[in-house]
């Protein structure tokens, strides 16, 4: 982890997502940028575009304060030396922004602040934009909830739908538990209760556990007829930091992009969410 890209509104939400890129940074003694995108309005004539260009001007202007503010208070309370902050200014669409500097710039982490769920224009907006980021980068997405604690990441959950592609991925997650000394621990949530379901299960914990035996990976298969249920169930039992979830173009956890479970998860849940994608992890 080199480069980490966390683009901010000022909110509450997008001030508790810097706290956790720059306690990310200052753990793996890496370059984190703040990305504040303005939105150039539509005018319909030259006089409504100049006056819209001032104010995307102002609203620039206040927002390279804000940043400068925010990277000075962020060095203070993760310490300042080892890792260090910069901002950047951008009138553009966000996903595009973010995409932009993942490709050309080389971001390996994005972390992005995540409200959405309520009736508000500003919360509807947030979310989409989270869900955005999430489908157009490869590199991890760290989602970060309005209502998440103040940075810790002790224990770590790894969602598995029991594929070969877990294995790779888990090999990225235990780096960042490497970081900040967490525990991982691997969880397949299965609507069924067939023997030959949970047959599979136990064989591909067993190899999961023998494979990072030196790490203290261990399994859990947990039955229930909800799996957004289940497993935020076993997330506020387990008193779990991070959820880790692989990005998917099939199979079990592929319905978590493709349907309304991924936005109740990232809407919704309390827990920080980093979203691994699976064309990346040939790269890893």
Known sequence: MRKILCPTDFSKTSTRAMEYAAFLASQANAQLTLLHVTHLPLAETAETALVATE??????????????????????????????????????????????????????????????????????????????????????????????????????????????????????????????GAHVEVVHIDKKTDTEGQ???????????????????????????????GLKDYLTKTNTDLLVILKRHRSFFSNLFHSSLTEKLTYHSKFPMLVLDEKAQATV
Request: glycine content about 8%; overall charge negative.
């Open 55 to 180: 104010v995307v001007g102002e609203m620039n202007r206040d927002a390279t304060d804000k940043l400068a503010s925010a990277c000075n208070y962020l060095k203070e309370q993760y310490g300042g030396s080892g890792w260090d902050c910069d901002y950047e200014v951008k009138t553009a669409f966000l996903a595009d922004a973010v995409r932009n500097y993942v490709v050309h710039e080389g971001y390996d982490l994005v972390v992005v602040g995540s409200t959405g769920g309520g009736n508000t224009l500003e919360e509807i907006l947030i979310g989409s934009n989270t869900l955005a980021i999430i489908e157009d980068v490869y590199c991890p997405v760290l989602s970060i909830p309005t209502n998440a604690r103040k940075p810790r990441i002790q224990k770590i959950a790894y969602a598995s739908d029991l594929q070969n592609a877990d294995t790779q991925a888990l090999k990225q997650v235990l780096e960042l538990a490497a970081l900040t």
């Open 199 to 229: 047959q599979k299960a136990a064989e591909f914990g067993r190899k999961i556990e023998e494979m990072f035996a030196a790490q203290n990976v261990h399994f859990s298969a947990i039955i229930h007829p909800d799996e957004e249920v």
